[in-house]
Structure formats: C-alpha cells, structure tokens
C-alpha cells in the first residue's frame, strides 16, 4: 500500500529556510494533489499547500510569501521550502495525499517535528 | 477565508455511550466536509470525506450528516479505542484553501 514518509532537518535557525522531502512509495505519485501540514504542539492543524503532479500549486495565504512547494515524478517525491522561519514555525510538519482533489486526505506520513532554534 | 467552529472543544463520556459532535461553517462548503480521528503522537486518520462518506475501512459505528454550513460527526456507540481528537476540514472552490476547525477531544468520562 501507498506509504509517505517526511525527511530533512529536524532543527532550523530563525531567518533561515525549512526544507522537507515527502518520499512516496508503493504506488505512483502521479495523478494526485499532494499536501504538506503541521501542527505545532498542542495545537490545531493548519495546511500549508498542494501541489499536483503537474507541478501546478496552491498555498495557504497567510503563508504563501514564504511557501515554495515542488515536485520529482522521477523520483516519486514532493519538496517543502518555508522561507524566513521564526519559533512561530515550530511544528510537525505532514506530508498527505488528498484522494479527491477536495482535501480528503486518506494517508499521511508519521511526521516529523521541526524546530525553529538557534 | 472560511472558518470552521467546532463543538463542543470537550465531550466527557463512557464507552457504550453515543457522541455527537458539531462542525459550523463560516458560509456554505456544499459537501466538501471531511472528518478525522487523531491520537496522541499519531497522524490524523480520514473517517469522513463528502460530509456523509465513510472512508475505507472505518466501522459503521462512525457516520456524518449535513450540508452547507453545519455538520455532525456521530459515533452511535463509543469504543475504548474511539477516544482522541476530532477534527473537521474543509476546502473552498476558489480560490482552493484548506481549513481545519480547532478539534474537539472526546474524553472518559
């Protein structure tokens, strides 16, 4: 079955930018819109932005200045870029598949906690 | 930005019992309401997509019902396993942003 499985550094300095990698396997990345969300501890989630195969994206407005999302159909990942981090990004970060197109996310990664620290 | 109420932020009850959450939209989402389960240090998990759908694999204990602007997530009867955070989510048409409501925790009681 499909599976989705966050990278990259677990610790990020403030003014400096966040890079995640969402690696897809057992099945094709293709087809599908793709999210990123996190969720600071204790807290709600928010999402962050899509982006579909084709490499089209949307992005949440109160983020979208410093969001920059990317896709390699050759190696089945999607790429996160946040810009500019402060503590306020301080979060888990989820990768998910959006089945419909509409925001039904049916998988998720586990997660994984990135904190904003000098 | 369309804003997602949910209620109550607490339930407090006992397995076997049955547990009615809400979920308010600041203006129509049509159908395109979804609901998810999350446990502590988990992913969220999808229950409900298209307001009333179960997902693959979630017990018909689970069911949602509305349209427009308010919804109802039920669990006609509580299993231990059925104690986490609820949250629902929506996506506008245009321009296609994503919001979640702010969870509600269905507790023992």
């Known amino acids: 079955q499909v599976q989705l499985q966050e990278s990259g550094p677990g610790l990020v300095k403030p003014s400096e930018t966040l890079s995640l990698t969402c690696t897809v396997s057992?099945?094709?990345?293709?087809?599908?819109?793709w999210s990123w969300i996190r969720q600071p501890a204790g807290k709600g989630l928010e999402w962050i932005g899509r982006?579909?195969?084709?490499?089209?994206?949307n992005y949440n407005p109160s983020l979208k200045s410093r969001v920059t999302m990317s896709v390699d159909t050759s190696k089945n990942q999607f790429s996160l870029k946040l810009s500019s981090v402060t503590a306020a990004d301080t979060a888990v970060y989820y990768c998910?598949?959006?089945?419909?197109?509409?925001?039904?996310?049916?998988?998720w990664g586990q997660g994984t906690l990135v904190t904003v620290s000098s | 930005e369309i804003v997602l109420t949910q209620s109550p932020a607490t339930l407090s009850l006992s397995p076997g019992e049955r547990a009615t959450l809400s979920c308010r939209a600041s203006?129509?989402?049509?159908?395109?309401l979804a609901w998810y389960q999350q446990k502590p240090g988990q992913a969220p998990r999808l229950l409900i997509y298209?307001?009333?759908n179960r997902a693959t694999g979630i017990p018909a204990r689970f069911s949602g019902s509305g349209s427009g602007t308010d919804f109802t997530l039920t669990i006609s009867s509580l299993e231990p396993e059925d104690f986490a955070v609820y949250y629902c989510?929506?996506?506008?048409?245009?321009?296609?942003?994503?919001?979640f409501g702010q969870g509600t925790k269905v507790e023992i009681k």
């Open positions: 998910a598949r959006d089945l419909s197109g509409y925001g039904d996310y049916d998988i």
């Open positions: 057992g099945g094709s990345i293709s087809s599908y819109y």
């Open positions: 982006i579909y195969t084709s490499g089209s994206t």
């Open positions: 203006q129509s989402v049509s159908s395109y």
């Open positions: 298209d307001a009333s």
């Open positions: 989510q929506q996506r506008s048409n245009w321009p296609p942003v994503v919001t």
